[in-house]
């Protein structure tokens, strides 16, 4: 257990450390040390607040979060119609979430020098709060209305986001490979899906690029998660004094 000093080292050693207390009968035991330690971790990261490492924490919740919460709207959906209140549940951390992330953005901008993704971070506050809001209230919408909002907003964002990547690619790892899935996701969505909304393309094309353009964005959301972390430590450097 000393060797899960950092959140590298948690889930690097972690799985070899259940792995034998498996065999030594104390697995519950050492899956709760492990579970303690990452917390910790993430609550230290949080008190220090390095922002742009708290939004890849940030980030890797609010994705794993999404397929952990999808499983349970489907699961609520079956037994009660009445999902208000956890719509609304899941909305506030997800904004909470998805404002962490792109104030990372907006400090890395800041660092990179980059005015562009800067203000694209800043527009990814309100478009988070336009995202949520058709979320909660998607009930009091036409479908073809609460789609439209949702495609071509976030298509829209995600090509200019994409751009904000690609423009600080040379300094940062990973900028131009997440950038690169972000413009495939939105150019599929705006040019395939959206379409679709209107009956204008069959459901069967439309579901095919769907499950096509879920796949890259969470490759996407993947290497913007790494590409955190890396700038994470980079920030880091500056920061260390020379007498």
């Not at 690097?12 to 519950?28: D, H, L, M, S, V």
């Not at 208000?84 to 909470?96: C, K, N, P, R, S």
Request: hydrophobic residues 55%.
């Amino acid at each position: 257990f000393y060797q899960l000093n950092t959140i590298k080292n948690v889930f690097k050693y972690a799985p070899q450390q259940i792995y034998k207390a498996t065999i030594f009968n104390r697995e519950c035991r050492i899956l709760r040390l492990y579970i303690y330690k990452a917390i910790f971790l993430f609550i230290q990261d949080i008190m220090a607040f390095n922002p742009i490492r708290t939004a890849a924490y940030s980030h890797l919740i609010l994705l794993i979060g999404t397929f952990v919460l999808g499983s349970l709207f489907g699961i609520i959906t079956a037994q009660t119609s009445d999902i208000g209140l956890f719509h609304i549940i899941y909305a506030f951390i997800a904004l909470t979430l998805s404002i962490l992330v792109y104030y990372g953005f907006l400090v890395l901008g800041n660092k990179l020098k980059s005015n562009f993704l800067k203000n694209m971070a800043i527009i990814g506050f309100f478009w988070s709060a336009i995202s949520i809001t058709t979320f909660i209230f998607g009930d009091f919408m036409s479908l073809i209305t609460r789609e439209t909002i949702q495609i071509l907003g976030g298509s829209l964002f995600g090509i200019f986001w994409s751009i904000g990547l690609f423009k600080v690619s040379k300094k940062i790892k990973y900028a131009k490979t997440a950038g690169t899935l972000d413009l495939i996701h939105a150019v599929i969505y705006l040019v395939i899906i959206l379409p679709a909304v209107f009956g204008l393309l069959s459901q069967g094309i439309s579901g095919l690029f769907g499950l096509i353009s879920s796949l890259v964005i969470i490759t996407a959301n993947i290497f913007e998660i790494l590409l955190l972390f890396h700038a994470s430590k980079i920030s880091e450097k500056p920061i260390s004094r020379k007498r």
